[in-house]
């Protein structure tokens, strides 16, 4: 399977709304509800921020919400703060044969 | 609260295995609930899964790197462990070790560990 399509960057001011998106096939983000979101600082591990679509766990902010339309996923961040600049992964089950999962390649987002 | 925390070596030769484990605390990597999988990432790159294993020791590996890996697990330690056999400088990466609910259905990593850097260099 190939890997997601995320734009490389987006960027918004504090207080604004900004969405990325994550654009797979029918064979992954078209066929399941099953898409994963994760946001990364800087030397940090990844941290689960959406799951199932658009399921928050337990202590993230309702600031973030998910969101599917076919083949493409997307993230959508309220009200801007600037400790949300950061890397974004988007992940998909694939289904089988292997790998199970796929990831997008990222997305830098620029609090200015 | 479970923690997962990886180790082993940070520098590895061309052509040698790689190997590093990772520890669960707080909880038991017998649970039913769960696959624990190897997640890596190169420097300045995106993330790459490698492969996962449930405590019955069924294993699912990415096909990319499915000739040279071996995940396995040890229950009496709490651990599960990676090995990524003729290493080049395109293994560079940091690692990390996840807990995937993809048992469970889901297919999602809700615990991360903090990943350790390996560099592959003579």
Redesign the interface.
């Known amino acids: 399977q190939s890997?997601l399509t995320q734009p490389a960057s987006v960027s918004g001011s504090p207080g604004q709304s900004i969405t990325i998106s994550c654009t797979g096939t029918s064979s992954d983000v078209g066929s399941?509800n099953?898409v994963?979101w994760?946001q990364q600082h800087p030397g940090?591990?990844?941290?689960?921020m959406i799951?199932?679509g658009s399921k928050r766990?337990s202590g993230v902010s309702n600031r973030f919400s998910g969101s599917k339309s076919g083949n493409t996923a997307s993230l959508t961040i309220s009200g801007l703060q600037a400790e949300d600049e950061a890397d974004y992964?988007c992940?998909s089950?694939a289904g089988s044969?292997?790998?199970?999962?796929?990831?997008?390649?990222?997305t830098k987002l620029t609090v200015l | 609260q479970v923690q997962l925390q990886e180790s082993g070596p940070g520098l590895v030769k061309p052509s040698e295995t790689l190997s590093l484990t990772c520890t669960v605390s707080g909880g038991s990597v017998s649970s039913g609930s769960y696959y624990w999988s190897w997640i890596r990432q190169p420097p300045g790159k995106g993330l790459e899964w490698i492969g996962y294993i449930y405590y019955s020791g069924s294993t699912n590996y990415n096909p990319s790197l499915k000739s040279r890996v071996t995940i396995s697990v040890d229950m009496s330690k709490n651990q599960f462990s990676l090995k990524l056999s003729s290493v080049t400088a395109a293994d560079t990466a940091v690692y990390y070790c996840a807990r995937d609910r993809g048992a469970s259905g889901y297919w999602y990593f809700d615990l991360w560990g903090r990943g350790t850097l390996v560099t592959v260099s003579s």
């Open positions: 890997a399941y099953l994963s994760y940090k591990a990844p941290k689960l799951y199932e766990p992964y992940c089950y044969p292997t790998p199970p999962v796929v990831f997008g390649g990222g």
